[in-house]
């Protein structure tokens, strides 16, 4: 059997505040094999970028990593390498934008102002490549243009400020694929971006993972567009998994209620006029987890007793789809005791 691209074991991540210890994200795990696109789901707050960041070790200095947590990276031809044990900033270097690199949702943000967008491209080449300066140059100038940027070598010469919305995104992806990472992180990649750019960046996306054989994460909080994209789907809330399974799966037969509240929120293409359902409530804070299931205080169907007591554990309703909920596990059980 192929390793994973990327095996998340345990993953719990607490930061220090003024207030105490806040638990970001508990026990999460997944794999992610090469060539797949896996979407991370959940409402802001839920802990997808969170964990996200943690593949690159970008959370900041108040980031406290349980000791179980382990994130193994498995390059084909290098060892297995375990991310939360590289200590020194040098050592992430190979990790970020070399084996694993990201995309944000706002690309301004991690573009320098003052610095042309080619130079940008060309110095992270250089950093993780062994190339001279002409081929750094003309691979981004070749990557800019297989993003569909129209005259990308006078493009390379702009500032990221002269472009537009879409294209910068274009830009930022092509900046990330150009050392041809194993693993792509991409938060939130079109949440800023109207509806035709959207579809033109997330069809660029899929294209390009087929290309570079690389494995994605896809972090949304919108079901639709996961729907279009990924293979396999986490549905997360307030740092934990809540369901996990081939995305049709999961989207024609979700088990947990929280899923079944992002899918009864998302407008109906055959009933335009429908009012739309939004879970009720609001994600709680982190530092007022609630105890038992997290979901407890906003879930219609929750059950007095082990809702409010009892951390469900996964069961699986049909192999390969994972859900934590008392009641499904409940509803299983009886089913097969009839
Ligand atoms: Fe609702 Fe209980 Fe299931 Fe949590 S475990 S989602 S509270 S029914």
Do not use: W
Not at 102 to 120: K, L, R
Not at 126 to 144: N, Q, Y
Request: hydrophobic share 40%; aromatic share 4%.
């Amino acid at each position: 059997m192929t390793a994973p691209l990327i095996s998340v074991q345990d993953l719990t991540i607490r930061f220090k505040t003024d207030e105490g210890l806040i638990t970001a994200v508990e026990n999460v795990s997944f794999d992610l094999a090469p060539g797949e696109i896996l979407g991370l789901v959940g409402e802001s707050g839920s802990g997808k970028s969170v964990t996200a960041k943690a593949l690159m070790q970008l959370n900041g200095g108040n980031t406290v990593y349980d000791p179980s947590s382990k994130i193994i990276l498995n390059v084909p031809g290098e060892a297995p390498l375990d991310v939360l044990s590289l200590k020194r900033e040098k050592d992430m270097i190979q990790v970020r934008g070399g084996a694993v690199s990201m995309i944000f949702q706002e690309p301004m943000a991690s573009f320098a102002p003052a610095i042309t967008v080619g130079d940008q491209m060309v110095e992270q080449l250089l950093l993780h490549s062994k190339m001279t300066a002409k081929e750094a140059t003309d691979l981004s100038v070749e990557m800019l243009a297989r993003v569909g940027i129209p005259d990308p070598a006078k493009r390379f010469k702009q500032y990221a400020f002269e472009f537009s919305g879409g294209m910068r995104q274009r830009a930022m992806i092509a900046m990330a694929l150009s050392t041809k990472p194993k693993l792509l992180i991409a938060d939130e990649p079109t949440t800023a971006l109207d509806v035709t750019i959207q579809a033109q960046v997330i069809d660029l996306m899929t294209d390009l993972v087929s290309e570079f054989g690389m494995g994605i994460l896809f972090i949304t909080h919108d079901l639709g567009v996961i729907a279009q994209t990924a293979d396999r789907v986490a549905v997360m809330y307030l740092g934990r998994h809540v369901e996990t399974g081939p995305v049709r799966e999961v989207i024609r037969n979700p088990a947990h209620p929280y899923t079944r509240g992002l899918i009864d929120a998302l407008p109906k293409l055959e009933d335009l006029e429908a009012k739309l359902t939004p879970i009720p409530g609001d994600i709680p804070s982190p530092l007022n987890r609630p105890s038992g299931c997290v979901f407890h205080s906003r879930c219609s169907v929750a059950m007095e007793g082990p809702c409010q007591t009892l951390v469900p554990g996964f069961i699986e309703p049909v192999p390969g789809h994972e859900v934590a909920c008392h009641l499904v596990e409940q509803e299983l059980r009886k089913g097969a005791a009839e």
